[in-house]
């Protein structure tokens, strides 16, 4: 005997479950490669934060692979995303393009630079901000 109420009975569940693993699956590559250049990360780097080649990174990236949960978990932490989101239950919070991921991940090497580096990669850039300023300015 069924003790469930209807709504909630799991033979009424499994096709939208498995529609939702359909889905889940079919743009599971493409989001994240998506994900990944959207943080500045190469394959290579991506799989040495979640522990895994770069090679097992390119698999996963094709729409036919999806990773088992433990490494959905790293990968997700890696690119500080939820699992929601990368599995596409829920769209992504942060629209950071893959243009301006390169620059951040380029200005975190500036910073970890000595002072006198810093400073000079600093004077070099508002120079030629100024410069372009100048020049747009006329």
Same mark, same amino acid.
């Given at each position: 005997m069924d003790t469930l109420p209807g709504p909630t009975r799991p033979s009424r569940l499994l096709p939208v479950i498995a529609a939702m693993k359909v889905r889940t699956m079919e743009s599971f590559g493409g989001r994240l490669a998506q994900i990944r250049q959207r943080r500045g990360l190469t394959q290579e780097?991506?799989?040495?934060a979640?522990?895994?080649t770069q090679r097992v990174i390119a698999y996963y990236e094709?729409?036919?692979?999806?990773?088992?949960?433990?490494?959905?978990?790293?990968?997700?932490?890696? *690119?500080?995303?939820?699992?929601?989101? *990368?599995?596409?239950?829920?769209?992504?919070?942060?629209?950071?393009s893959p243009k301006t991921a390169r620059l951040l991940k380029r200005l975190k090497r500036?910073?970890?630079?000595?002072a006198a580096d810093r400073r000079a990669v *600093?004077? *070099?850039a508002d120079a030629l901000l100024e410069t372009r300023r100048r020049a747009g300015s006329r």
């Open positions: 780097e991506l799989g040495k979640v522990g895994v094709r729409d036919d692979a999806q990773p088992p949960g433990a490494v959905l978990v790293h990968l997700a932490q890696a *690119l500080r995303v939820s699992t929601d989101e *990368l599995l596409g239950v829920r769209p992504m919070k942060d629209g950071t500036v910073e970890a630079l000595p *600093l004077k *070099l």
